[in-house]
C-alpha cells in the first residue's frame, strides 16, 4: 500500500513542497547567522568608506533607471484603468488618491525590490559564489580577515542606505506618470489629480514607505550575499546560488510585506 501512496502526484508534489519549505528555513536561518555575524562585526570598522561608496553608487545609480522604469509603467497602467471608470462615475476627485496611495503603499516599494533583486542581487550573489567556489574567501580567511566583514559590510549598509533613496524616487515618478496618464484617459485636471494627492495621501503612508524600504534594502542584500556565500560545485554551484538568491529574496521580501501590511495598516 506505501509503495502505491508513494507513486501518486498528491505524495510528489507534498514531498516536494516540505522539500521548498524546508530549503526556505535553511537558507533564512543562515542568513539570520550571517546576519547576527555582520552586526557584531560593525564596531570593528571592516571595510573602508571608499567600498562603502562604489557599492552605494552601484547599487542607487545602477538600478534606477529600470526601477523607474517599471513603477512609471505599472503606475500608467493602474491610472489608465483606475481614472476613466471613477470619473464616469463621478468620482474623479478619488483618482489622485488612490494611484497615490497605491504607488507609495505597495508598489513603489515591491517594484523597486523586484528591479533591485534581479540588477544588483543576483549579481551580489554571483560575485560572492564565485569568490567562494575559487577559493577566495579561503584566501581571505588565510589573511586572518572575517570574509563576512570584509564582503558582506559595504553591500549590507549600501542596500539598506540607498533602498530608500531609491523608492522617494520611484514613488515621486510613478506619481507624477499617473497624473499623466489620468489626464490622457478620462480628461482629469491636473490640479484635480494633485489636490486628491495631497488630501488623500498623509504621513503615515510615507513612514510606513521609508521602513519597508530600509528593512528590504537590508534583507536582499544579506539574503543574497549569504547564498553566495554558500555556493559550492563549482560553475554550477554559482548558478544555483544565484538562482536561490533571486527567488528567496523575492519570497522574503513579500513576506515582509504582508506583515507590513497587517502590522500598519489593519
Excluded at 23 to 42: A, C, P, W
Excluded at 181 to 204: E, P
Aim: glycine share 8%; aromatic share 10%.
Amino acid at each position: 500500500m506505501r509503495i502505491y501512496y508513494k507513486a501518486t502526484y498528491t505524495y510528489k508534489i507534498f514531498k516536494a513542497l516540505l522539500a521548498v519549505i524546508g530549503e526556505l528555513i535553511s537558507t533564512l536561518g543562515t542568513t539570520v547567522m550571517y546576519g547576527v555575524e555582520l552586526i557584531k562585526g560593525l564596531k570593528e570598522k571592516p571595510t573602508s568608506l571608499k567600498e562603502i561608496i562604489f557599492q552605494s553608487a552601484r547599487f542607487g545609480v545602477s538600478s534606477l533607471p529600470i526601477t523607474l522604469s517599471i513603477v512609471g509603467m505599472t503606475t500608467i497602467i493602474v491610472a489608465m484603468q483606475v481614472a476613466g471608470e471613477m470619473v464616469k462615475q463621478g468620482a474623479g476627485n478619488y483618482v489622485g488618491m488612490l494611484v497615490a496611495i497605491l504607488t507609495v503603499r505597495e508598489e513603489s516599494v515591491i517594484m523597486a525590490g523586484f528591479a533591485i533583486i534581479s540588477m544588483i542581487g543576483s549579481s551580489m550573489a554571483s560575485e560572492l559564489a564565485t569568490m567562494k567556489v575559487t577559493e577566495q574567501v579561503d584566501a581571505i580567511r588565510v589573511l586572518k580577515v572575517n570574509p563576512v566583514h570584509y564582503l558582506f559590510t559595504p553591500r549590507v549598509i549600501a542596500g539598506t542606505v540607498m533602498m530608500p533613496f531609491v523608492v522617494i524616487l520611484a514613488s515621486f515618478f510613478g506619481i507624477l506618470c499617473g497624473a499623466v496618464a489620468s489626464n490622457v484617459v478620462s480628461g482629469l485636471t491636473f490640479k484635480a489629480y494633485f489636490d486628491s494627492v495631497w488630501f488623500g495621501l498623509n504621513m503615515r503612508d510615507i513612514r510606513v514607505c521609508i521602513m519597508k524600504a530600509v528593512t528590504f534594502g537590508f534583507v536582499i542584500t544579506l539574503n543574497c550575499c549569504s547564498c553566495g556565500m554558500n555556493a559550492k560545485d563549482g560553475a554550477k554551484g554559482v548558478g544555483i546560488a544565484t538562482t536561490k538568491a533571486v527567488v528567496w529574496s523575492f519570497v522574503v521580501m513579500v513576506i515582509l510585506d504582508m506583515i507590513f501590511a497587517a502590522a500598519c495598516f489593519y
